[in-house]
């Protein structure tokens, strides 16, 4: 008896648990002056290079969609809308409402912190995946002050403490498989951004739009864009015009297997702009190609230069790289000496690369062309030693 | 015994002729022989690749083969084999330490690579099976039971597990992916030169073992018959355990857990032979396991395609259905344990 009581109170006490839940979801909505009404008109906003989101706009919201880069498909939709604007009130059940400008956001990538820090955002981070990032002063400074919160890596956050942040948005990345049902039914907004994803060079850079849009910064965006293409696209026919592309190879083996960028990646496109010829360039895949150590070998052995990232606290040297592996010897690179690597430990190649990729092409334009880049320093790339 | 050993040779040399890329058969011998082939890539793609990976292959297949013939018999279970007293375990810690808990968050799969290239990996891996095997030993020499060891290797095995799974699962991305590949073996891994510490270490590991043919016949009676001939069966048990661990530890750091194997080679050569006296089973498990071994790596290379498949995808999945239809077909199971 004492029993039955007991569970009826418990249930009791959850109706009203409910009803209270039910309360605080209805002010926040009123909170944010959002309405419906009837949809609007929507117009296309133009994006030039992107191809994994697609935004549409209408008078007081806009339509965000994120694409598969490779079918074009639209995998999930937000409407965002402006402080004053509305929700259509045909929108579809599925569709995530986010009222903008989003006041905070928690980043699980590190790219994500590089497009805060373009756009003068970085105040609007409250959490981070991880804040080992090699990043900067003012990123360190704000992870030290307590502003910044580390929240761990995917499938094992700190779910409770992330909640505790109620960030506006919650950055992830676009990878499938990776469950964020969790945070979503606590009731967070989860955006996967997939400008990793992009296999040109500028279409990465674009994603600075879709961080515009959600920060009420679209036209910091859109001139920053604009001038970062410029650059790219000055440094890309100063390298078209060269006459001899030589033919690069890239990577390392491991464990008797190479693991390749395909020939449409992100990797080919930018040494095809930087005027060189990438090994497998033929290939018609976007993803990376895991080949055996023969195949690599037979083909790359006459490449005329060798690029990879390394990992290290160290120095690395030409006998290490031997060390490494002795075949590598053969290699018509490794004799005349132009191998070349950025060490991800010391520079931000996966932090702002993505951002930078004017940079970056300077970087392979020098090593191939020095002539084209009379007096330039290498900013990620070095020549080994 | 014959038939087995042409074999073996054959398929060794089909492992130094296929390959991805396609070398005609002249060229190879050329090669062999010590002359220049027309494309110099040729060479160093036979001599430096292929050749070290088929003499690894042949020897793991061996190495482990022995290891899992002494360990049934010692253990009396068809079922001991190298992963049983949790020295591929161990070693997995120690390289599960080295490749993500000390690098830091960022590093790339490309990154670790750098790693294995050193001898920190192979060094680290040997420490973690050398360390386990050392507990092993010294539990060996205060208990006699077998069944005791066993247990406490096995139950050794999940604790060890259990650390490597914590690791995994604080690790990023790249690091864990880098240790899923070590974790699916691979023969590739032992360049010319390494092959200079590697064979003589294997072969000694073989030969000491070959000392323990007679002892394992006595113990093949029972532990009590064995006494009363006069078998010293601690000596035995504590020199079992050394060799094999020591086979294994090697074999392990410098190649990653080879599956299955260990496990599989003795039955067949058993199956084979008929037999399950080590006069003859013990030289016919060394054959089998290398013509095992070096099947495996041919499949597993994939002759012809520019990619490969990991070996131990293929000695399990295709050394599994081989033993389970030769059991089938001869039905002699029982006979040998």
């Not at chain 1, 993505?354 to 092409?361: G, K, T, W």
Request: charged share 15%; net charge neutral; aromatic share 10%.
């Amino acid at each position: 008896m004492y029993c039955k009581m007991k569970l009826l109170r418990i249930g009791h006490h959850f109706v009203l648990i409910c009803l209270f839940h039910l309360f605080l979801l209805n002010a926040c909505h009123n909170d944010s002056n959002i309405d419906r009404q009837t949809k609007a008109a929507l117009t296309a906003v133009n994006l030039e290079s992107a191809l994994g989101f697609r935004v549409a706009k209408a008078d007081g919201y806009k339509l965000l969609e994120l694409l598969t880069v490779e079918d074009q498909r639209v995998y999930q939709s937000f409407c965002l809308v402006d402080q004053n604007g509305f929700v259509p009130h045909d929108l579809p059940e599925n569709i995530k409402i986010i009222p903008i400008p989003v006041k905070s956001m928690v980043c699980l990538s590190a790219t994500h912190i590089a497009f805060a820090d373009a756009l003068g955002l970085m105040d609007k981070i409250v959490g981070v995946a991880s804040a080992d990032y090699v990043f900067s002063a003012r990123f360190s400074d704000l992870v030290s002050a307590g502003n910044i919160k580390e929240i761990g890596i995917a499938d094992h956050f700190k779910l409770e403490e992330l909640i505790h942040l109620m960030p506006g948005v919650v950055l992830t990345n676009a990878q499938e498989g990776q469950n964020y049902e969790l945070l979503r039914k606590a009731g967070l907004t989860v955006i996967p951004v997939a400008d990793y994803l992009e296999n040109d060079p500028l279409g990465r850079v674009e994603w600075l739009r879709f961080f515009g849009l959600l920060f009420g910064k679209e036209e910091e965006a859109s001139a920053l864009f604009d001038s970062i293409k410029t650059d790219y696209n000055r440094l890309k026919s100063l390298a078209a015009q060269v006459t001899e592309r030589p033919v690069v190879l890239s990577g390392k083996q491991y464990g008797g297997f190479w693991n390749l960028p395909g020939g449409k990646s992100y990797l080919a496109t930018m040494l095809h702009d930087a005027g060189a010829k990438y090994l497998w360039q033929d290939n018609p895949d976007t993803g990376s190609l895991t080949l055996d150590f023969e195949t690599v070998y037979y083909r790359g052995v006459d490449a005329d230069y060798w690029r990879f990232l390394m990992y290290s606290p160290d120095d690395f040297s030409y006998g290490e790289l031997l060390a490494e592996d002795a075949r590598y010897a053969g290699f018509k690179a490794f004799k005349t000496k132009k191998v070349f690597f950025c060490n991800t430990f010391k520079k931000p190649y996966f932090q702002k690369g993505a951002l930078e990729p004017h940079v970056l092409l300077a970087d392979y334009i020098f090593m191939f062309h020095p002539e084209l880049m009379p007096g330039y320093q290498p900013v990620y790339y070095e020549f080994l030693k | 015994m014959g038939t087995l050993a042409v074999l073996t040779i054959v398929f060794f040399l089909l492992n130094m002729l296929l390959g991805s890329v396609l070398i005609p058969v002249k060229s190879i011998f050329a090669i062999l022989a010590g002359k220049e082939p027309e494309i110099p890539a040729w060479s160093a793609i036979v001599l430096h690749t292929r050749l070290p990976m088929a003499v690894t292959a042949a020897l793991t297949g061996a190495a482990l083969g022995i290891c899992g013939l002494m360990m049934q018999t010692l253990f009396r279970n068809p079922l001991a084999g190298p992963s049983v007293l949790g020295l591929s375990s161990g070693a997995s810690l120690g390289v599960a330490v080295v490749m993500m808990f000390i690098s830091l968050p960022g590093g790339t799969l490309v990154a670790v690579s750098q790693v294995t290239g050193n001898i920190s990996v192979v060094a680290a891996a040997f420490a973690g099976a050398f360390s386990v095997l050392l507990l092993i030993a010294l539990l060996a020499a205060r208990f006699s039971s077998n069944t005791l060891i066993l247990i406490v290797g096995i139950m050794i095995a999940y604790a060890v597990n259990a650390l490597v799974g914590i690791l995994q699962f604080y690790s990023l991305k790249e690091d864990l992916q880098a240790f899923v590949i070590w974790g699916l073996g691979s023969f590739g891994n032992i360049s010319l030169a390494q092959l200079r510490i590697f064979v003589p270490l294997v072969l000694i590991g073989l030969a000491l073992s070959s000392l323990m043919i007679k002892p394992l016949n006595i113990l093949l009676l029972g532990e009590h018959y064995a006494k009363n001939l006069g078998l010293n069966t601690r000596s035995v048990q504590i020199l079992v355990i050394l060799l094999t661990g020591f086979l294994i530890a090697l074999i392990t750091a410098f190649c990653g857990p080879i599956a299955f194997l260990g496990l599989a080679v003795p039955h067949l050569a058993r199956i084979l032979f008929r037999s399950s006296d080590h006069r003859i089973v013990f030289p016919a498990t060394i054959l089998t396991g290398a013509l095992l071994a070096l099947i495996c790596n041919i499949i597993a290379r994939l002759p012809g395609f520019d990619s490969a498949l990991p070996i131990n995808a293929v000695t399990s999945l295709i050394g599994a259905p081989v033993v389970i239809w030769l059991i089938l077909k001869r039905n002699s199971f029982k006979s040998l344990v």
